[in-house]
């Protein structure tokens, strides 16, 4: 593997692990639990620029998409959770200046979104899957062993949420 191919696995790793993190701190609340869906691809179901209200797994999915094409993070944030969302927002974008720097691009469509079991307001959402990350022209498939992401329904669009 190239270096330039490393370097940007590198950063991508590093970049949803200090996702995870910020995100450990979800709260939690009561209601009643329904079956969530599992979504799949980059494209996520968004209106201007705010996560889909009906799926769990829009939000992650658009926040994801949002992370790797350059796009505004803060529209898939939460805002009941200011400081862990501005931890979110800062980490993204030096995430973004390093792809960006880089040259690299990163498609989301091999990551899958299992929004499992919705609980009141509140959901984890389970990203797993494949990123294809390119540099230089060259693509390789980087298997993406998950992560849970927080989302939190805040009137009435799902939101990450950390």
Request: aromatic residues 6%; glycine residues 14%; contains cysteine.
């Given at each position: 593997?190239?270096?330039?191919?490393?370097?940007?696995?590198?950063?991508?790793?590093?970049?949803?692990?200090?996702?995870?993190?910020?995100?450990?701190?979800?709260?939690?609340?009561?209601?009643?639990?329904?079956?969530?869906?599992?979504?799949?691809?980059?494209a996520?179901?968004?209106?201007?620029?705010?996560?889909?209200?009906?799926?769990?797994?829009?939000?992650?999915?658009?926040?994801?998409?949002?992370?790797?094409?350059?796009?505004?993070?803060?529209?898939?944030?939460?805002?009941?959770?200011?400081?862990?969302?501005?931890?979110i927002?800062?980490a993204?974008?030096?995430?973004k200046?390093?792809?960006?720097?880089?040259?690299?691009?990163?498609?989301?469509?091999?990551?899958?979104?299992?929004?499992?079991?919705?609980?009141?307001?509140?959901?984890?959402?389970?990203?797993?899957?494949?990123?294809?990350?390119?540099?230089?022209?060259t693509?390789?498939?980087?298997?993406?062993?998950?992560?849970?992401?927080?989302?939190?329904?805040?009137?009435?669009?799902?939101?990450?949420?950390g």
């Amino acid at each position: 593997m190239r270096g330039s191919t490393r370097y940007s696995l590198f950063v991508a790793a590093i970049v949803l692990a200090l996702f995870a993190a910020a995100c450990g701190g979800a709260s939690t609340s009561t209601g009643s639990a329904t079956t969530g869906g599992s979504t799949t691809g980059a494209a996520a179901s968004t209106t201007g620029g705010a996560a889909a209200a009906g799926n769990p797994g829009d939000a992650a999915k658009g926040f994801l998409n949002a992370v790797f094409t350059g796009g505004d993070v803060n529209s898939f944030l939460c805002t009941s959770n200011a400081t862990a969302a501005q931890a979110i927002s800062t980490a993204m974008s030096q995430m973004k200046a390093g792809l960006t720097a880089s040259g690299a691009t990163i498609d989301t469509s091999g990551l899958t979104f299992d929004a499992g079991t919705v609980s009141g307001d509140t959901a984890t959402v389970k990203v797993s899957g494949s990123l294809k990350v390119t540099v230089a022209g060259t693509s390789t498939d980087a298997p993406y062993s998950g992560v849970s992401i927080p989302v939190k329904n805040e009137s009435g669009n799902w939101k990450v949420c950390g």
